[in-house]
Nanobody, 122 residues
Framework: QVQLVESGGGLVQAGGSLRLSCAASGRTFRIYAMGWFRQAPGKEREFVSTIGRNGGSTDYADSVKGRFTISRDNAKNTVYLQMNSLKPEDTAVYYC???????????????WGQGTQVTVSS
């Protein structure tokens, strides 16, 4: 069992930056690949980024590539999402999730956090 708690969301102007954190409970954090997804009002949840168990492999949605960076610190049981050059279309609830393998498919993630709101004003 893994419990995930996101933090770091908030209101920011377009062009600004935020760093999201996702703290995981339990000693098994390092065996999971981690992902970030987001869901805007009226839209389906969409993949943002994923990172492998050791942080050696990462993947990004085209919409965030070059602006967002995912990283993890296994010693702190935490995964991060650094978001730069934010745009109003990045506004959404952001969720972190844990999976046995790095994947862009939400259905393959076993555990989810409760989400943190990111709002980007124009």
């Amino acid at each position: 069992q893994v419990q995930l708690v996101e933090s770091g969301g908030g209101l920011v102007q377009a062009g600004g930056s935020l760093r999201l954190s996702c703290a995981a409970s339990g000693r098994t954090f390092r065996i999971y690949a981690m992902g970030w997804f987001r869901q805007a009002p009226g839209k389906e949840r969409e993949f943002v980024s994923t990172i492998g168990r050791n942080g050696g492999s990462t993947d990004y949605a085209d919409s965030v590539k070059g602006r967002f960076t995912i990283s993890r610190d296994n010693a702190k049981n935490t995964v991060y999402l650094q978001m730069n050059s934010l745009k109003p279309e990045d506004t959404a609830v952001y969720y972190c999730a844990a999976s046995r393998v790095p994947t862009v498919v939400a259905g393959q993630y076993d555990y989810w956090g409760q989400g943190t709101q990111v709002t980007v004003s124009s």
